[in-house]
């Protein structure tokens, strides 16, 4: 009962017509960034932080959160219908462009949709239920429990990678080869820079997945004379009741991912995207079809990564420590407008923390009420011819990388990846797993330099700690796992191949 008393306290702050307005204007100006490559969240909070001194506090927060919540929902679009990502979007790429290509893009975009409001009710339950309690568990992992939790994203490679997990496991060094790149956090030293200036902060991580995506895409569709013709088939939106049937299991389990990886500092939506498409690999009635334009590799990503969105704020609010940049950002915010977050930021402020958990459920029936039937109108975009298009594309990505450093640099860079983006999709190599890559390589690295200094070169806390041996378990029952169904798989497929080969026949004169 205290639950619900306190959740209508919160909505009678959140339901005034000012606190409306701001998380309509969230939405709204969330989901438009989300939509244009490069300008996501993190830019659009830090260009709209100085108005925050002339917004009243509940509102200002109000609409920074519906920003970054609403920006998960258009990342989705641009990456389902034209294979550009935005960082918690990579994943998105996989199956929805391949239902995109298949004539589904209403489809994939409806489920999306559907699939965001499931994973954001979801998380806000749990943000409203278990805020306190939940807020402590990031404050039980050391550096060897991240280190762990890190070893066992790179599992998820073998899911990303379109079934070949060669391929997989070398797209993946490669992305933690150039996460390398830069200047070293602990010692100070440059490291692969070339001698250039704008590599001692590393390869920034929207050069690489706006070129591996979105203009490698372009320039492969350039070559397919098929795909330049403007879309005009007919547009299908509601699944059937078969395929909603495999997208509410799909969208439950990626919530649940991306509401307890949300909570986690270093987890948020990036790394909650591909741990639930490997659960859809892996447990998925239709396994076989994820990677190939599978509803399942959408609906799954797209709940996790909203859940995700929404839980990173329970570290914030709970106990003061922002799990990502967007949510050091609100921290700045919090404290522009003389709040503090942390454990007594539930009883101190208890209009501003029950207020802001009730405009995210308003802000997540806007997004539904106001996405769901806008889905005919992103497909628009497919009306043009691509003769015209691709410049647009062009310009938005340059746009994009351009506004995060005002750096040309990043430009070349962009074009770069473009480049060696196209190779790979020549030679049939999957480029989401150098992204896994990419981000999981650096953090490995950082957690398990801390792991030794803390014990003195020692590898004893990897398995004397509960949650870093719970995790290393986990990782070799599925290495276990991955090896008995490699084995079970080649033995069936070479008694395939004996019961499909001819008889032997008599040899004459024998």
Known sequence: MELFHNLAFGFEHALTLQNLLYCAIGCVVGTLIGLLPGLGPLSTISLLLPLTYSIPTGGALIMLAGIYYGAQYGDSVSAITMKIPHASSIVACIDGY???????????LFTAGISSFIGGTVAIVVLSTLAPALGEVGLLFGPADYCALMLLGFFCVSFVSGGNMLNGLAMAMIGVLLGVVGTDVNSGVERFTMGFTFLTDGIGLISIALGCFGIAEVVKNLDNKSTHTPFNG?????PTWPEFKRIIPSALRGSVIGSVLGILPGGGPTIAQFAAYAADKRFSKHRDEIGTGA?????????????????????????????????????????????????????????????LVASMWVGNVFLVVLNVPLVRYWLSVFKIPYT???????????????????????????????????????????????????????????????????????????????????????????????????????????????????????????
Not at 100 to 105: I, N, P
Not at 234 to 238: E, G, P, V, Y
Not at 395 to 412: K, Q
Request: proline share 6%; glycine share 10%; net charge positive.
């Open 98 to 108: 391949a239902m995109t290509l298949k004539g589904k893009t209403g489809l994939a």
């Open 234 to 238: 007919k547009i299908k939106l509601m």
């Open 295 to 355: 509803i399942e590799g959408v609906a799954g990503q797209a709940a996790a990564d909203e859940a995700a969105a929404r839980t990173s704020f329970i570290p914030l609010m709970a106990i003061g420590i922002p799990e990502n940049p967007v949510m050091a950002l609100m921290l700045a915010a919090f404290i522009i407008k003389g709040v503090q977050p942390g454990p007594n930021m539930i009883s101190t402020h208890a209009d501003l923390f029950w207020g």
């Open 388 to 510: 015209v298009l691709f410049p647009c594309i062009l310009f938005f990505c340059c746009v994009g990388t351009f506004s995060i450093n005002n750096n040309l640099d990043d430009l070349y860079t962009t074009a770069v990846f473009g480049g060696v983006g196209y190779l790979f999709l020549r030679l049939g190599m999957e480029p989401a797993p150098l992204l896994l890559g990419f981000i999981l390589g650096p953090m490995l690295e950082e957690n398990f330099r801390r792991a030794m200094l803390i014990s003195r070169g020692s590898f004893a806390p990897f398995v004397t700690r509960p949650i870093s041996a719970t995790l290393l378990g986990v990782i070799t029952a599925i290495a276990v796992w991955q090896l008995v169904s490699f084995l079970r798989n080649r033995g069936k497929k070479k008694m395939t191949e004996v019961e499909g080969a001819p008889p032997a026949t008599a040899v004459e004169g024998v």
